[in-house]
């Protein structure tokens, strides 16, 4: 597997996950600019328990642009596969993922691809 194609799964992802949040929050709220989600999704506490993964992703974007300090490629699939493969509920990223997957379609679908491009676990 390479650092892009992880990349772009764990991308597609998060994508997936903030665009289901931001309807949630548009269902509540009302309609968000772009800006004005992009600000709530920086800042809000709701939506703090997405961190693990926008760092991972940060992480996966290092690597692939050969970043001195980027983290080897076995060290970034065992931190997406820890995140996602399955999800562990006793996490805040867990739980909120797990429920996500529940609602949302499309998070199902990248969830999918996501657990396809990290390829079996090592002894599976």
Do not use: C
Not at 82 to 98: H, I, K, M, N, Q
Not at 105 to 120: F, I, K, M, S
């Amino acid at each position: 597997m390479s650092a892009p194609a992880l990349r772009a799964a764990m991308l597609d992802l998060h994508r997936a996950i903030l665009a289901a949040e931001r309807a949630t929050l548009e269902r509540i709220h009302g309609r968000l600019g772009g800006a004005e989600f992009l600000q709530i999704a920086a800042d809000d506490p709701k939506l703090a328990w997405l961190a693990p993964l926008s760092e991972l992703v940060v992480a996966l974007n290092d690597a692939e642009a050969g970043a001195e300090e980027a983290e080897d490629l076995e060290a970034l699939i065992e931190r997406a596969r820890r995140l996602v493969a399955p999800p562990d509920p006793g996490t805040p990223f867990g739980r909120r993922y797990l429920s996500l997957l529940q609602r949302s379609p499309e998070v199902v679908v990248a969830h999918r691809t996501a657990t396809q491009a990290l390829g079996p676990a090592p002894g599976a």
